[in-house]
C-alpha cells in the first residue's frame, strides 16, 4: 500500500497519511455505528442521494475513493455499478469486505472490489472509470488538490464525480445551533460510544476548515473539472458536489 501521502500541509489538524490511517483504524470497530448516531440516522439517506446524484449505468465502472466501510459502495452497487471501492486505511476495508458481500447487490451484477490505494497516488491507469464518488473522504486527506488531479486523471473524458461532504449551515441561528452540537456535544457522545473519541473532536475542526461551496466548486475547477454544481441536504448539513471531466474534443 502506498502511504506516501504523509506529507503536511497547512491544515491545523494533523492530516498525514499515516496520522490518517491511525485514527481511523482506531476508530473502525464503532465507525458505523458512531455515522448512524450521531448523523440522526441521516447518513443513509445522504448517501442514497449521492448514488442518485451520479446515476450509475447497470454495469458501469465507478470508482468509490475513501470508501471506508463501504457504506457508498453498497448505495453504487445496489444501483447495478461495478464497483471498485478503494482506501488505504486496511482496517477500514476488512470491515467493507463482509459488508460488501453480505449485502450483495443484484444477483446480475458484481459484487463491488476493494482496492487498497491512497487517494494521492492512485494505483489506476488513466482513464479508467466512468464515474466516481467519495463520501466524506476527501476533507481527510493531505492534499486535497492533488487527490482532485487524481480523480480527473482516473476518470474518462466526460467522466461524472459526485463528492458528500460537510458544511456548515449558512442561516446565523441554524448555524450557531449546529456549531453547538458539532463542536460541543458531538465529541462527547465520540468519546462516549469509541475508546477513540478523541477523533471525534478532529471531526468539526476538519469540517470548519475545509473549503465548502463555492470555495470547493472552484477547487474542483482548478483540478479541470467542468459542470460544476452543489446541491445542499439537510439544513446545509452536507453538501453533494457534482463535476465532470472534460469531454473528449471539448474545450473549457
Ligand atoms: C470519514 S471516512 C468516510 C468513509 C466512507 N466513504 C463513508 O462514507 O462512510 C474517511 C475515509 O477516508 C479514508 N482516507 C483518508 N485519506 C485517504 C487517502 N489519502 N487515501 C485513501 N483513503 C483515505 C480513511 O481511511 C477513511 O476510511
Known sequence: MTTDSNAQTTSSVDK????????????????????HVLSGWLDHWWRRRAAAALAP???EEVLDLCCGTGDQAVQLARRGAKV??????????SLAQPKLRRLSPRKDSPSPQLAAADALCLPFASD?????????????????????????????????LVVL??????PRLIRAAYLFYFQKILPRIGRLISPRGWAYN???DSVVEFP?????????????????????????TVCIYSAQTVPSGGSQ
Not at 140 to 150: G, I, M, Q, T, Y
Not at 165 to 170: A, D, Y
Not at 218 to 234: I, K, N
Open 16 to 35: 498525514s497519511g499515516r496520522a490518517i490511517q491511525e485514527m481511523f483504524a482506531g476508530v473502525a470497530p464503532r465507525y458505523d455505528l458512531l455515522n
Open 165 to 170: 461532504e460537510f458544511t456548515i449551515p449558512e
Open 57 to 59: 449505468r447497470p454495469g
Open 202 to 204: 478532529y471531526l468539526p
Open 128 to 160: 479508467r472509470f466512468s464515474a466516481a464518488t467519495v463520501s466524506f473522504g476527501l476533507r481527510n486527506v493531505a492534499d486535497l488538490d492533488r487527490s482532485l488531479a487524481e480523480l480527473c486523471r482516473v476518470l474518462r473524458p466526460g467522466g461524472r
Open 84 to 93: 471498485v471501492a478503494a482506501d488505504f486505511c486496511l482496517p477500514m476495508l
Open 212 to 236: 465548502q461551496r463555492q470555495s470547493f466548486l472552484d477547487r474542483m475547477a482548478a483540478a479541470d473539472f467542468t459542470e460544476l454544481r452543489y446541491d445542499e441536504q439537510s439544513a446545509g
